[in-house]
């Protein structure tokens, strides 16, 4: 998965195949048509080269709350009449923050690009990366008649930004993957724990897996994973063995969590290990080293499995993880390249999904467009990763595949994403 909050944009997997989400009963393919390269001609893999320059490098945008009603201070990309927030950490301390600025950014200007006639107007707006500068910036935002804000990146922007825009009723799609700052109007678009517990885990289930144990890290990311999963789990019916939890980082302690996980091994049937990088490996060598009987044990993993270290590891082959579809991202990834000369993250999707969203509910739901009951519709919406939809809470659910380990540096994929949220939780 993508850990809590600064890992959300290193991002790694989170949905899916391409389906007909609906809005009111309209599909978001109609919601888009009329779009050169809309998200939905996009999907068709009707790409066009794109027209524009480079983006400029960012402007330090007037900050001052007081900026008179109506007045925009700063740049703006597009020139509809509803106007929307873009708020982005281009000060923020490291240059990672200014890097997600600079891609979201792009990212967002290839959406309005693609979406013909998009009457939307985005109010660039820079964050700095922390609570004070997002809390500036949502007003200033509000202030010029933003009905709208996309952004910010970081939990405390996030947190910042939603208490000017819950006093002026104005709903927030950020970036944050920390689930904390979610909340009835402050929609997190990232890829969250629930949706990678949720899909392996009922996959898991579907191939008559009953019995399992977890293997977790002792922070805020393990906290919110275990939680899911122990939800998941007894909605499928399964029991929970034993649950471990290890200090990240720490190869002793995660050797002595597996040591004692392997005392009862012989009673599971599916493993859960969702961390990525070298720490799945490592536990199967600790394993095999033991002597540990893995006989018929899955183990089974989240969208931070994703990586090399994972994908190319010769005991990892077998393994079970969620992730998305990346055919769409694929076309969407090189268009960015076109433009921009560089291979984006995968990441991207977000900023472009966010702009594509708030410009196709101008064009389809009139004055209601960003209302509590148009954005938390059930059928939810399709972007570049497939289906995703914002509950109430200000959580989503996402649709997603399941993939298996080659050992080859990539994933089979052996079950398709949903195409619609229909019977799902």
Known sequence: MRGVDETAFGIDGASMSIGSATLRGMSFR????????????????????????SVRSPLQPNLNPDTQQGQVAGRTIGNGSVRVGLLLPYSGE???????????????????EDFQGADI??????????????SLAAQQAVNEGAELLIGPVFAPAVKGASAVARRAGVPIVAFSSDTNVAKPGTYLL????????????SYAAEQERRSYSALLPNNAYGTIAEAAFRQAVGQKNGRIISIERYIPGNAED?????????????????????????VPPFVMQVMTEMGASLGEVKMIGSGQWNTPDILQSPVMVGSWFPGPDDQSFERLAARYRETYGSQPPRNASLAYDATILAAGLVRSAGPDRFSERVMTNRDG????DGIFRFRRDGQNDR??????????GTAEPIAPAPTTFSGRF
């Open 381 to 384: 919406f399709l972007g570049i």
């Open 94 to 112: 490291g240059q990672s923050a200014v890097s997600v600025a600079n891609l979201f950014e792009n990212s967002a200007r290839l959406a309005l």
């Open 30 to 53: 109609k919601l888009l048509t009329g779009a050169t390269l809309g998200l939905s001609v996009l999907l068709a893999g009707c790409v066009n080269s794109p027209n524009y320059s």
């Open 190 to 201: 990232s890829y969250l724990p629930v949706s990678d517990v949720n899909r392996i885990v």
């Open 254 to 278: 995660i050797r002595a969590r597996v040591t004692s996980l392997s005392r009862s091994i012989s009673q599971v049937d599916t493993l859960f290990v969702p961390e990525g990088g070298g």
């Open 121 to 134: 107007q985005l109010l660039v707006k820079d964050t700095g990366g922390t609570a004070e500068g997002a």
């Open 399 to 408: 649709g997603l595949a399941v993939y298996a380990v080659t050992g080859k």
